[in-house]
């Protein structure tokens, strides 16, 4: 594949989807251009491609363009799916659907009204915790149960996941971290820890200011 033709990925580096699709367009092994960018100061190439102005964003040639995150860990996933993160799917879609439906509807209603609180009117932060905290405490249990959300190894419902337990923590960290939540904490901090988390973190300039895209 020459440069013209890998696929544009635009991606804003602290976000939860762009960082849940990296890691799983990492892991397939399939190569992108990385346009950084930000969400106050978005570029017209990167609206074009999709009006939603969301990240993440493939555009995947012949005028193909992908813009939710779970789209992008499926097309990715399913080209190229050497650490079989899809096993989940394969062998339970009623329940990995379930999963991401509930994290990505009721999990983050309740975190980004928790972490964000102030950008709501008249939201009780502790309320919204508490709501996310059945979450949490939901996956501690299954994480005492089995090695991983997925099953007996991380896959795609841990890496669709993590992003947002990370961001949960970063709320209050001292709170999070004082939980009765052993297993919930190991599977978050050894995520936290590893290379690959490294690997989908680097820190680049945006696109819009450099007109510099990164192999990744
Ligand atoms: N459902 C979308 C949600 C993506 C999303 O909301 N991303 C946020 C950043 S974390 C965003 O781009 N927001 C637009 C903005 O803030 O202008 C997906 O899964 O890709």
């Not at 009623?94 to 609180?117: C, M, V």
């Not at 841990?158 to 990370?166: E, G, S």
Request: aromatic share 14%; net charge negative.
């Amino acid at each position: 594949m020459n440069h013209q033709t890998k696929p544009i990925f635009w991606s804003f580096r602290r976000c939860p989807y762009a960082m849940r699709a990296r890691l799983a367009v990492k892991s397939s092994g399939i190569e992108v251009h990385l346009r950084e960018i930000l969400l106050r100061d978005k570029p017209d190439e990167f609206l074009q491609a999709s009006q939603k102005g969301t990240v993440p964003v493939l555009e995947v040639g012949d005028g193909q363009v992908i813009d939710e995150s779970l789209d992008v860990m499926f097309w990715a996933l399913s080209q190229s799916d050497p650490e079989g993160w899809l096993e989940i799917y394969h062998r339970d879609k009623a329940a990995l659907e379930q999963h991401l439906s509930s994290l990505d509807t009721d999990f983050k209603f309740h975190l980004d009204r928790y972490k964000y609180a102030t950008r709501y009117d008249d939201v009780d932060e502790k309320i919204h915790r508490q709501e996310a905290v059945i979450f949490l405490e939901s996956w501690n249990e299954k994480l005492t149960a089995q090695t991983a959300l997925s099953g007996s190894n991380n896959g795609i419902l841990d890496y669709a996941t993590l992003p947002f337990v990370r961001q949960f923590r970063i709320a209050d960290m001292e709170w999070f971290d004082a939980q009765d939540w052993p297993a919930l904490h190991f599977w978050l901090q050894t995520f936290l820890n590893s290379e690959r988390f490294a690997s989908v973190m680097t820190k680049y300039a945006p696109w819009k200011d450099t007109g510099e895209e990164h192999l990744f």
